[in-house]
C-alpha cells in the first residue's frame, strides 16, 4: 500500500462523515447522541432522585418550585465506522492496493473526526481504533499481508458483529452476486452501508477484451469459460450489468474506475453530501 502523502492528510483532518441515519451510540466522542449523560448540549429538566450527582442540580429552578431538578445533557458518543476491504481474488493486487489505500483514507477521517473505528481485511477486523493518533496503527494494520477471501465469506458475519446502526464503507469489485443479497441483509438490520465499487475498463465495455470466441478464468475458482462476444451476448451482459448496479445504488453508491485516484471518491462524498 503506498503511503498517503502529508498534505492530503491535512486536508482530511477536517473532514467529518454525514450520514443519513446511522448514530452515534458507543464511547465518548464528538456527536451529540440520543442519550442522557455528560454533556454540553442542554436537553430538560427531570426531578432529582437519590443518588443523582448533585453537581447537576439546578439551583434557580429549585428556588423557584421549591423542589430539586436536575439539569439533563445529551452525551457525547461516537458514530460506529466500519471500512470493508474485499480481500477475493477477483479484486487482483493493482485493484486491491487502490482499495487499500481508500481505507486507509477513510479510516483516517473517521479517527480524525473522534468516530469509533473497525476495519475489516479478508473478513478479519483490525482493533477498534478511535483518535488520529491512531492513524499509524491503522495504516500499518492496512499494510500487512491479508489472506484471500471470498468476500461473501465475511459478509455473512458483519450483520451480526458490526455495531447496530452504523456507517459501514464496503469496497469491493462487487463481481460475486450472492454479496448483493448480503448487502440488503446489512440494510434490514439498520446499518447504512456505503457501497464503493471498483471497476476495471473490461467490466464496464466487454468489448476491451476483444472480438469472436474468447477463453475465460473466474479468478476464484480456475474455471475456464468459453463464450462468444455476439451482440446477443453483449446485451444480456449489459441487462445484468445494469440490474447489478441499480441494486447497488438504492443508497450510498460510488463508483471507482480503473486508473481513478482514490481521492476522487472522496470528491465524490464531498459532492453528494457524505463528507463534510
Known sequence: MQPIAPATLERLRHLRFAPLYAKPGAGVGERRSDQRGAGLEFIDHRPYRPGDDIRDLDHRLMARLGQPYLRSYAADRQLPVSVVVDG??????????????????????????????????????????????????????????????????????????????????LISDWQDAAALDHLDMLRRAGHEPVVIRLTTAAEVDPTRLGSGVLVLADAETGQELTIALTPEMLAQYQALWDARTQRLAKGWFFDLPQGTDPGDVIAQMRIKGLLA
Not at 477475493?88 to 486507509?104: F, K, N, P
Not at 476495519?119 to 478511535?130: A, E, H, I, K, Q
Not at 491503522?138 to 468476500?151: H, I, K, P, Q, S
Open 88 to 169: 477475493s481474488a477477483s479484486m487482483g493486487a493493482a485493484r486491491r492496493d487502490v482499495a487499500l489505500q481508500l481505507a486507509a483514507m477513510l479510516g483516517f477521517v473517521a479517527l480524525a473526526g473522534g468516530e469509533g473505528l473497525r476495519v475489516w481485511r479478508g473478513g478479519v477486523p483490525s482493533p477498534l481504533l478511535s483518535g488520529v493518533q491512531r492513524a499509524p496503527l491503522l495504516f500499518d494494520w492496512l499494510a500487512r499481508a491479508g489472506a484471500a477471501a471470498r468476500f461473501t465469506d465475511h459478509l455473512n458475519t458483519l450483520a451480526r458483529d458490526l455495531p447496530r446502526g452504523g456507517l459501514v464503507l
